[in-house]
């Protein structure tokens, strides 16, 4: 039997790492989840049943979001989680290219290639999803952005100018929607801890340890378990702000 009250949630790019852990810790706090991904339908597969072992319905819900129309592809995306599970109340924004371009490689059609992946999907997906979400349900909308949006790293220019828009999107949509009972957070999540993350950028993963008070990566579950705390009523006055999740990267010295 499923247990009430049941929301519905839709969590794009739910098959990597974070989306995983999103989809799970949503389940746990009540929500039935539709699977946004693009062709891995194994992992999707699994995960499905992973979200109904625990109580909860579940759909996966394939779609490239890499197309000129990206508006027709949200909007059948939002018929077809409303057919299967309901209307939409709690939206993840997840989904974004993570393509790392040196910055001398930076011409304008890279430019606008990683624009199409990071900022123009999010804002593409919100915009045409938020009419679509009931204001006596209490929706919101979780914009996962990035410490890159804080403060760049080195090589990493376009995707960090392109996630620091997506904060401020979040601030500029949240006065626009918080008069139509539409909440929209972010959360901002630091290095993320997957297998073989140290082995495969030992650098990197060394710099971070150094940089972060904690002196560890974030674990994907404490990112999913924040946003699941900002979709429900216990963040109920929370909107417009963008959370950093980084185990204290942000708060080395910066000289």
Known sequence: MIPEPSRVALVTGATGTLGIATCLALAEAGHDVAIHHRGDEGTADALRAQVRARGRRAVSVGADFAVADVDEVCLDLAGRVRRDLGPIDT???????QELTPWADLDTPTWDRLYAG??????????????????????VIVVVGSIEGIRPAPGHAAYAVFKSAVHHLVAASAQELGSRGIRVVGVAPGLIDRDGLERDWPDGYERWCRTAALRRPVRPEEVAATIAFLAGPGA????????????????????
Request: proline content about 10%; aromatic content about 6%.
């Open 91 to 97: 939206l993840v924004l997840n989904a974004a290219s």
């Open 118 to 139: 990071t900022l123009r999907l999010t804002a593409a997906l919100l915009g045409t999803l938020w009419p679509r979400m009931d204001p006596r349900r209490s929706p």
């Open 236 to 255: 109920s006055a929370i909107t417009g702000v963008t959370i950093p999740i980084d185990a204290g990267w942000s708060s080395a010295p910066g000289w």
